[in-house]
T-cell receptor
């Protein structure tokens, strides 16, 4: 069965700092998605990465995909409190979306 | 607003009962996915439909069933409910299937089994 692993599971960081969330997956796929979820809310699509080497940026978040390493990263630059949420990566195999365990991010003032 | 509509938003029911959750996908989306999210199991894929046909099945219990109707809305039926079925149930929709498009989530249906 496909495994999608995120690390860290929990991340507490200070405002203004940089950090990276990692998403490793166990099968060949060139479709990787990132979502954000606020507590008790729905999942919001952040990035769609559809090829090896794809890089997308939106504000303080940047996502990249290395299909050969089966790795995607979500980099946070100069974190602000509004980024506090749970972030999920998801791998699309063409049949299913497999979600990672999620990374709960708390940005501390 | 993702355009995916789920009802009801909250539901409290007793063990042994049966409930139906409803989902209307975004206009033009043919695929519907159902997910269960609980604290201990994370986000679990249940089942996917594409244009009325079952396309993929995940960790869906035999007590659960789903269907997608000709107008593309979908229903998830949960029967013989147990305390452990308490969770947030999400529906998501996608333009095609395996198309490289992201899936859009509804607001979810909170189910509490007492």
């Amino acid at each position: 069965e496909l495994k999608v692993e995120q690390n860290p599971l929990f991340l507490s960081m200070q405002e203004g700092k940089n950090y990276t969330i990692y998403c490793n997956y166990s099968t060949t796929s060139d479709r990787l998605y990132w979502y954000r979820q606020d507590p008790g809310k729905s999942l919001e699509s952040l990035f769609v990465l559809l090829s090896n080497g794809a890089v997308k940026q939106e504000g303080r978040l940047m996502a990249s995909l290395d299909t050969k390493a089966r790795l995607s990263t979500l980099h946070i630059t100069a974190a602000v409190h509004d980024l506090s949420a749970t972030y999920f990566c998801a791998v699309d195999t063409g049949n299913q979306f497999y979600f990672g365990t999620g990374t709960s991010l708390t940005v501390i003032p | 607003d993702s355009g995916v509509t789920q009802t009801p938003k909250h539901l409290i029911t007793a063990t042994g009962q049966r409930v139906t959750l409803r989902c209307s996908p975004r206009s033009g989306d043919l695929s519907v996915y159902w997910y269960q999210q609980s604290l201990d199991q994370g986000l679990q894929f249940l089942i996917q439909y594409y244009n009325g046909e079952e396309r993929a099945k995940g960790n869906i219990l035999e007590r659960f069933s789903a269907q997608q109707f000709p107008d593309l809305h979908s229903e998830l039926n949960l029967s013989s409910l147990e305390l452990g079925d308490s969770a947030l149930y999400f529906c998501a929709s996608q333009r095609g299937a395996g198309s490289g498009n992201t899936i859009y989530f509804g607001e979810g249906s909170w189910l509490t089994v007492v």
